[in-house]
């Protein structure tokens, strides 16, 4: 699995390891031994505008939300 977080895009370099970390974990919960694919993630828009860069409890949740639906 690959995984692309922009320094402009998570100004952090904390937050951007925990969202690398919880994409990791959760791609790790939801995948099967048996279900092997090639996953590049790449991270869009923006994380933690509101909050002066830092990733939040809201933002964390968000995140969780949208790394469920792509696996």
Do not use: Y
């Amino acid at each position: 699995m690959g995984l692309a977080v922009p320094k402009r895009l998570v100004a952090k370099a904390i937050d951007r390891n925990r969202i690398k970390r919880m994409a990791r974990e959760l791609v790790r919960l939801k995948t099967s031994q048996a279900n092997h694919q090639d996953r590049v993630l790449k991270l869009k828009a923006p994380v933690g505008k509101k909050t002066g860069g830092r990733l939040r409890l809201k933002e964390k949740k968000q995140l969780q939300i949208w790394l469920a639906e792509i696996l």
